[in-house]
Structure formats: C-alpha cells, structure tokens
C-alpha cells in the first residue's frame, strides 16, 4: 500500500509564500512521477505541477514562474514552493504519485491540504 501525506497548507496574503510537502511511504518504485494537483470550489481537479524521477517537471501554464517543484527522490518527498499567490490559487492542494512499474503498480493521492489566498 502505497501513502502520501502532505503538510504545510494554511492561510497566506496575495503576494506571499507557501512551501508544500509530501511524503510518500510504501513500496516506492524508484521509477516514477510525483506532483500536485489542486480543486478550488465548484471545480474540477486541475495539474499544478509534476515531477518525474528522471527530473522532468511539468507546470500548468497558470503558475508558471511562480511555482517550483522539487522531489527528494531518496525520502520519496516532494515539495512545491509557491511565491507570489493570488487569490486564484486558493484551492485544496492533493500531492499525487503515478507508479509506472511494480506490484502497486498505479495511481496514488493523498487527503489533500488547503490553501488559502486572502486579497
């Protein structure tokens, strides 16, 4: 069984800073992508970033140059750095892990973090 478990949501200023965590824990096959993804009221879930083990990562055009994904692929961490928040950001934040290969071979979310961007 594969589990994510993020930290670091809470309530910011437009213009500030938030820092997110994930960890993951289980049979982790070292090949695989890690990211965020996000769901602000009355919408559908939305990528904001990934990050595949290879180093590749992957922005939604809205947070481009804003946010930052990074993995500490030995901690089987991942973590999205996110400067300059705009009261469009709000949303809760659910860390996602796609395993390509092995016996828990699928797709893994965590509960979700909220991220609350005040004007």
């Known amino acids: 069984q594969v589990q994510l478990v993020e930290s670091g949501g809470g309530l910011v200023q437009a213009g500030g800073s938030l820092r997110l965590s994930c960890a993951a824990s289980g049979s982790i096959f070292r090949l695989n992508t890690m990211g965020w993804y996000r769901q602000a009221p009355g919408k559908q879930r939305e990528l904001v970033a990934t990050?595949?083990?290879?180093?590749?990562?992957n922005y939604a055009g809205s947070v481009k140059g804003r946010f930052t994904v990074s993995r500490d692929s030995a901690k089987n961490t991942v973590y999205l750095q996110m400067n300059s928040l705009k009261s469009e950001d709000t949303a809760i934040y659910y860390c996602?892990?796609?395993?390509?290969?092995?016996?828990?071979?699928?797709?893994?979310w965590g509960r979700g973090t909220q991220v609350t961007v005040s004007t």
């Open positions: 996602n892990i796609n395993l390509p290969f092995g016996v828990l071979k699928g797709e893994y």
């Open positions: 990050l595949s083990s290879g180093g590749s990562p």
